[in-house]
């Protein structure tokens, strides 16, 4: 019965959907909240020592006030900072990746390329040799004297230049 109640409580259900402005890709959280501590430890260490430092600032009391009013934006700098490093790492990654991919395609496409080139040649240069066989066979049932080059012999690519 507890549980229907709070299913039916106004702080539950359709209207407390959320999403989070601050959303960090699940594999790049460990770096995310590496990199917002140690921005936030260095600028707290730092507005403390400017406020310790400070002589306008005197006795505990102002020190506090300086804190307090320092120390929540530069968590949210913080914060900010490493979620825009963060994100340009992953569109880094990402933008890495598809260029890779777009590599990986032309090379593909010029090695079929290259692939046709090359079977084009094997293909002209088999029928080279089928027409002078043709040739050669028709002289040799006629009769007679059959003195042309195999293709790709020197003489052959003599008279070809």
Do not use: C
């Given at each position: 019965?507890?549980?229907?109640?709070?299913e039916?409580?106004p702080?539950?259900?359709?209207?407390?959907?959320?999403?989070s402005?601050?959303?960090?890709?699940?594999?790049?959280?460990?770096?995310?909240?590496?990199l917002?501590?140690?921005?936030?430890?260095a600028?707290?260490?730092?507005?403390?020592?400017?406020a310790?430092?400070?002589?306008?600032?005197?006795?505990?009391?102002?020190?506090?006030l300086?804190?307090?009013r320092y120390l929540?934006?530069?968590?949210?700098?913080s914060?900010t900072?490493?979620?825009?490093?963060?994100?340009?790492?992953n569109g880094?990654?990402?933008?890495?990746?598809?260029l890779?991919?777009?590599?990986?395609?032309?090379?593909?496409r010029e090695?079929?390329?290259h692939?046709?080139?090359?079977?084009?040649?094997?293909?002209n240069?088999?029928?080279?040799?089928?027409?002078?066989?043709?040739?050669?066979?028709?002289?040799?049932?006629?009769?007679?004297?059959?003195?042309e080059?195999?293709p790709?012999?020197a003489?052959?690519?003599?008279?070809?230049?």
């Amino acid at each position: 019965m507890q549980e229907e109640e709070r299913e039916d409580s106004p702080s539950r259900g359709v209207d407390d959907d959320r999403e989070s402005i601050w959303t960090i890709p699940t594999r790049l959280k460990r770096w995310y909240f590496a990199l917002f501590s140690l921005q936030a430890v260095a600028a707290t260490a730092w507005i403390i020592t400017t406020a310790v430092t400070d002589k306008n600032v005197n006795g505990v009391s102002e020190i506090l006030l300086f804190l307090w009013r320092y120390l929540a934006p530069a968590a949210v700098a913080s914060a900010t900072f490493a979620l825009v490093i963060i994100d340009t790492a992953n569109g880094i990654m990402v933008l890495s990746t598809w260029l890779q991919e777009t590599l990986d395609k032309r090379r593909q496409r010029e090695e079929e390329r290259h692939r046709k080139e090359l079977q084009a040649a094997v293909d002209n240069e088999r029928q080279r040799w089928l027409d002078w066989n043709r040739r050669r066979e028709a002289a040799a049932q006629a009769g007679e004297e059959f003195n042309e080059p195999p293709p790709g012999t020197a003489e052959n690519l003599e008279e070809k230049a």
